[in-house]
């Protein structure tokens, strides 16, 4: 069998990855030990990816492909280069980010060509992750990767995105919601990013560079009515269109079109499957049985709320 190691593994799209990878792989998980795992059948490796020294004593090993989620800074992946387990192995598969695509030399949809060297709007993170695909490209032995999903939901999310909207659905409150909620954002069920990641272990996806995610695009107002549909409720939209408070503070999204150009990933056929609507109805059951849909408002949404003007029955 493949021998994969997988870096991070337990938490939401590292959960998926080893999932996908445990039928035809032998896999071997590197984090930092703080969740348990599922399955007897991986074995972990702890370290913490900031600590040089542990990390490279806990890579000592040979794997045939190593599938790297966790590597959100520079020296996490510094960290892992030029070690036994990285040289060693045949292909590298990195988990990126489409938060690389910088929006002030190039507009949405983004292409795999365009400038990737971070957007600001992103807050360091996407600075980041470019940097940290830039060391990646230049690798010595394995063949590299690099999957740029954008925004990845599904069960085990360690994001409140769609559970913060059917909170808030499902409690009869409001949803304040930016500018005219025509902003437009795209999605990737995580079970389909999981089964490009195998593709590309098993050598059925060239290496390269690939956006992942499912191809249609939706504004911020049909999102939500696709949320609505799922929950099998009528939500209270409240535009709040003067931008003078920031969509974060009250919007799991930022008021940013998020948009990518997955041609070049669909035209191999390992590109998405699962149609948003389909994929929010299987997290919608998700986290009915195993997670928490209270309503916790924020500070501004508390704040509205307590006006005349949102105030709910």
Known sequence: ???ALVLGGTRFVGRAVVEA???SCEVTVLNRGTRPLWDPRIVQLTADRREAEATRAALGGSYDVVVDVSGTEPAHVRNVLGTPAVSGAARYVYIGSASVYERGRTGPPFREGDPAGGDPVWNGYAEAKAECERLLSGLSGPELTV??????YGPHNTEPRERFLWARMLAGQPVFVPGSGRTRIQFCHVSDLARTVAAACAAELPPGVYNVGEPGFYTFAEYLDVLADAAGVEPRLVL???GSVPARDYFPFRDVELTLDTTRLD???AGARTRLAEGLRRTL????EFGSLADEPTEQEKKWRATTAWRTS
């Open 147 to 152: 999957l740029r999903p954008p925004y990845v």
């Open 1 to 3: 069998m493949t021998r």
């Open 21 to 23: 990878l445990l039928p």
């Open 267 to 269: 035209r191999t056929g």
């Open 285 to 288: 059951t998700w986290l009915r």
């Open 240 to 242: 709040v269109g003067d």
